[in-house]
């Protein structure tokens, strides 16, 4: 069940994995995406397993460097979190993640970041290739 809400928060985030963050007390779950959990590991084009959902997390973390994010939304799913977009120096770090391909478009809740992860499968970006 979803309840619907009008939330912009802005602040310094505690990173739980690349889709998932806190900023003080609200716990976010970042729209349209899916993320390998961190202790999660992926089959590189080698054939060599790594840590894919640790990649993902570092990715997100590499992509805030240390700035205060803004995370915009209006819904929370059953689990209490807040549905948001989240930006970072003015980009969206939810198209940016899956366009670097650490993040999945996550289609059965929206169709808002499939071209970005198309783009990152032909470029062979993050899981897609492990090329950054």
């Known amino acids: 069940m979803t309840t619907a809400v009008t939330a912009d928060l802005s602040g310094s985030p505690r990173i739980v994995d690349a889709d998932t963050i806190w900023i003080s007390d609200t716990k976010i779950r ?13 089959t ?6 790594y840590r894919c959902g640790e990649a993902a997390t570092d990715a997100l973390r590499t992509l805030i460097v240390s700035q205060p994010l803004r995370c915009e939304g209006d819904t929370y799913d059953r689990y209490k979190r807040l549905i948001a977009t989240c930006y970072s120096g003015g980009i969206d770090l939810n198209a940016k993640l899956v366009r670097l391909g650490w993040t999945l478009a996550y289609q059965k809740y929206s169709k808002d970041y499939v071209s970005a ?9 993050g899981m897609w290739g492990w090329k950054v």
């Open 30 to 42: 970042l729209h349209g995406i899916d993320a390998p959990d961190t202790c999660q590991e992926c």
């Open 44 to 49: 590189g084009q080698d054939g060599e397993a």
């Open 117 to 125: 992860e198309v783009e990152a499968q032909e470029a062979k970006h």
